[in-house]
């Protein structure tokens, strides 16, 4: 079973930046995807960005330029760099994971709350 701890989120004036950063345990393996998620109030859940094991990524295309996603096998963990903030990125991340051939479930992460002001 994975868990998933995510942190980084916060208030930012637009064109600001932050960092969120999701932690994983509870598996002695390298995940093969890991990436976030957002959700803002009245809307569906969108991917964001995915970074796979061997670094293969994928963004949303409103963030390409802007966001940077990375990770740390060492430790599974994700990190989304964002830079370059707007109003309409404020939603609540969330941290997904799916560690591939050995547990093909899905795993979430509680959320955190990015706002941006205008």
């Known amino acids: 079973q994975v868990q998933l701890v995510e942190s980084g989120g916060g208030l930012v004036q637009s064109g600001g930046s932050l960092r969120l950063s999701c932690a994983a345990s509870?598996?002695?393996?390298?995940?093969?995807?890991m990436g976030w998620y957002r959700q803002a109030p009245g809307k569906q859940r969108d991917l964001v960005a995915n970074v796979t094991s061997d670094h293969r990524k994928v963004y949303l295309e409103s963030v390409k330029g802007r966001f940077t996603i990375s990770r740390d096998n060492t430790k599974n963990t994700v990190y989304l760099q964002m830079n370059s903030l707007k109003p309409e990125d404020t939603a609540v991340y969330y941290c997904?994971?799916?560690?591939?051939?050995?547990?093909?479930?899905?795993?979430w992460g509680q959320g955190t709350q990015v706002t941006v002001s205008s």
């Open positions: 997904h994971a799916n560690p591939g051939w050995y547990d093909s479930r899905d795993y």
């Open positions: 509870g598996t002695a393996y390298i995940i093969y995807s």
